[in-house]
């Protein structure tokens, strides 16, 4: 793993909510200790807005629906040779089934790669993604689940190596060149994805899945913890759409 991709691990930690507001109330702690009361105030007054913000149902699905309404569900009518189906986590604990140790996203992705694949007679998965804190690759995890599911692993090319989407990307080229694919991803990622996939002159076909939005209930909504996770997520992406197009 290099340096410069676990710097980036660093840096992005602190410019997300989770980071961002521990950092604020650090802070705040720090300037009570050292008696600056008044902008200790700030800080921690700080901290707790953007922690209630970020877990307020209304906004969360702001955010979000700003990503996942960017692109549409698949039509599962268009006939190509590949799809790409995108790393996500997983755990390596053997007391959990397989269905278990892919994290809810990851198996979501491997679902819809599946379903399309069935649908679509002589077409190969493609599963990137590397091992992460564990001992085995994700995309080995992914084409497990895509065995366990019917999937013979001669339809499927499984690459354990990409740390990030644009090695997923670089691999993938090797493949397709300048064909037209199916991409599967989760719905939040998708728009960063598909500017990475076009900005190297490559032809995906959006097909996203696990997605966050949910339907308007109204403004008088208690903060919840899952909506601070889902803020988590989409502010990830945004960073990273604004990192893309800053580095281009």
Known sequence: MSLGFLLKKFVTFFVEPLGLVVTLFAIGLFLLHVKRVRAAKIMLSLG?????????PP??????QNLENQYPKFDYTQNVKYIHVLGNG????????ISSQISSGGTK??????????RMPGSKIIFTGYEGKTDTPNAVMNAKLANALGIKYEDMIINGKPTDTKEEALFTKTLVGNESFILVTSATHMPRAMMLFTSLGMHPIPAPTNYYKSEFRGYLRAPDPGCFFISSIAIH????????????
């Open 90 to 97: 997983h755990n390596t604990d053997k007391s959990q089934p």
């Open 48 to 56: 707790l807005f953007l922690l209630l913000l970020f877990s307020y």
């Open 59 to 64: 906004f969360t699905n702001f955010l979000v």
């Open 109 to 118: 992705r491997v679902l819809e790669g599946v379903i399309i694949h069935k």
């Open 237 to 248: 992406e945004y960073l990273g759409i604004l990192w893309a197009k800053l580095k281009s």
